[in-house]
């Protein structure tokens, strides 16, 4: 082997040791799952049930209506949230309104990505088959809205 530049082991070792540790420090910066120390993302709900013809309940699960709700999520920079609101009719989604406000020039981005595409998404689904972890690049505000989805679901249990 012809080596043009004699390198000494214990900085080659050194060298690897520590891109080793850096894989492993940026392995733990991907967004695959909450960090426990991050704060705990929850969904807050606000009923606003106007049920159609004065709250009658279809034959599904869950009673015809309009309902809204707040999930929230956590990006490396902040702690978002976004609101939700969704018309039920026999267990179906017929309307899909959501609005953020954004507190970072990149959520600003995605909540907006996401919110353009959410639409097609759900509209025309089953409450209950409602499932997205990406909508249009955006997978954190995806989250945010599943929570907000839960809290619907609560809230409008026949």
């Keep these: 082997m012809i080596r043009t530049t004699a390198v000494p082991r214990p900085v080659r070792v050194g060298t690897a040791l520590l891109g080793v540790a850096g894989i492993v420090t ?12 991050a704060p705990a993302p929850a969904a807050s709900s606000a009923p606003s049930t106007s049920a159609a013809a004065g709250g009658s ?33 026999g267990d179906t989604v017929t309307d899909v309104i959501v609005t953020g406000d954004p507190q970072a020039a990149e959520s600003r981005r995605y909540q907006g990505e996401f919110i353009g595409g959410i639409k097609d998404e759900v509209v025309g689904k089953k409450l ?23 809290a619907i679901k609560s809230q409008a249990q026949a």
Excluded: H, N, R, W
């Excluded at 940026?26 to 120390?37: K, N, P």
């Excluded at 249009?136 to 839960?150: C, E, H, I, N, R």
């Design 128 to 150: 209950d088959e409602i499932s997205v972890s990406k909508v249009a690049g955006s997978s954190l505000t995806s989250g945010g809205f599943m929570k907000a989805v839960d």
């Design 57 to 89: 309940s279809s034959a599904g699960t869950y009673t015809d209506g309009t309902y809204e709700a707040t999930g929230q999520y956590a990006t490396p920079e902040s702690v978002e949230t976004v609101d939700v609101t969704l018309t039920l009719a």
């Design 26 to 37: 940026l392995a733990g910066c991907s967004g695959g799952t909450t960090d426990a120390a």
